[in-house]
């Protein structure tokens, strides 16, 4: 009884740290380090439009919470020498599993936005896809840049 409280209390953990971990990449997020920065702003019109996957955030973060879970099942599991090499492959088994779903949950879907320029150059911008956003073929945009990274809005 008390492994299974351990167990349901491990995962719980493991959740929240993985959603703490997630960061948005819509058009309209910006980091600390960008706010009350000069942005330089371009216009243009939109040439095309494709979805696209965004993939999901790496950190040891979500390995790290899948050994423990998996070492803290797997030692439940036997008795002695039994119980160690158990742990050891639930752990093992458990980062694996950990990793895939903080990358999984982190996932997002995207969209890439080709733009010409008003001085005719013709550039590709990828941004998660917002509910209440909606971009068309044709529609002119403001493209945002500030240290580097660029987004497109109305």
Same mark, same amino acid.
């Given at each position: ?54 993939? /999901? ?5 979500? +390995?790290?919470? &899948? $050994? =423990?879970? *998996? @070492?803290?099942? #797997? %030692? !439940?599991?036997?008795? /002695? ?5 158990? +742990?050891?492959? &639930? $752990? =093992?088994? *458990? @980062?694996?599993? #950990? %990793? !895939?779903?903080?990358? /999984? ?18 550039? !590709? ?30």
């Amino acid at each position: 009884m008390r492994k299974s409280a351990l167990l349901v209390a491990s995962f719980t953990v493991m959740s929240l740290l993985l959603g703490g971990c997630a960061s948005s990449l819509t058009g309209d997020s910006y980091s600390r380090e960008d706010a009350r920065r000069v942005q330089t702003v371009r216009m243009g019109t939109i040439e095309s439009l494709r979805p696209v996957k965004i993939e /999901g955030t790496k950190t040891p973060i979500g +390995a790290g919470a &899948g $050994a =423990v879970v *998996g @070492g803290v099942a #797997g %030692s !439940a599991v036997g008795g /002695g020498k039994g119980s160690i090499v158990a +742990a050891v492959i &639930g $752990a =093992v088994a *458990g @980062g694996l599993l #950990g %990793s !895939a779903t903080e990358e /999984g949950l982190t996932r997002t879907q995207g969209v890439e936005i080709t733009v010409r320029e008003d001085d005719g150059s013709m550039r !590709a911008y990828v941004q998660a896809v917002q509910e209440n956003e909606i971009f068309r073929v044709g529609e002119r945009v403001r493209i945002m840049t500030v240290n580097g990274t660029s987004r497109v809005s109305h």
